[in-house]
């Protein structure tokens, strides 16, 4: 049995251009942004004025942005004081969380790979989720406890 090890930052763009129609743009400062189909799941964010570190006030340099599938479980994955997951004003109605880089090693890589397969189901088209879902398997996403923000396998 191999131990999961924890996530590092290189593990999102593996894992993100691993998945099927995967384009990556850049921003306008040239941080990657993931798309399927056109519509961003995971981008890097550029420094913004919303997202700080509280002890400095300095906008933090590292943030990571992945959609979810929905406020339920956005607020499953923010509310959770075990995760590294936030949210700012900025994000609120939109159906995605933050994390930064830095933090992503109190992650494991499976969750981090759960997060980022949940991230292009939430923005790819339904056939492209169902073909994808049927190549590993399964044929739906399953449901996560809302209570308890697990990441479950997609398998």
Known sequence: MTV???ARAEDVHELARGLPHVTVVHGERGNPVYQVGGKSFVFFRTPRPDAVDAATG???PDVIV???ES???KQALVQDETTPFFTTPHFDGHNSVLVQ???LGEITR?????L???AWLAQASARRGAAWLAAQG???VPDRNPTDGDLRALS
């Not at 499976?110 to 759960?114: C, S």
């Open 71 to 73: 406020e339920a479980d």
């Open 4 to 6: 999961d090890r924890q």
């Open 66 to 68: 992945f959609w979810v």
């Open 138 to 140: 399964t044929t739906s």
């Open 116 to 118: 980022v397969q949940d």
């Open 110 to 114: 499976q969750e981090l790979a759960e």
């Open 58 to 60: 300095e906008r933090l």
């Open 101 to 103: 880089a830095s933090r």
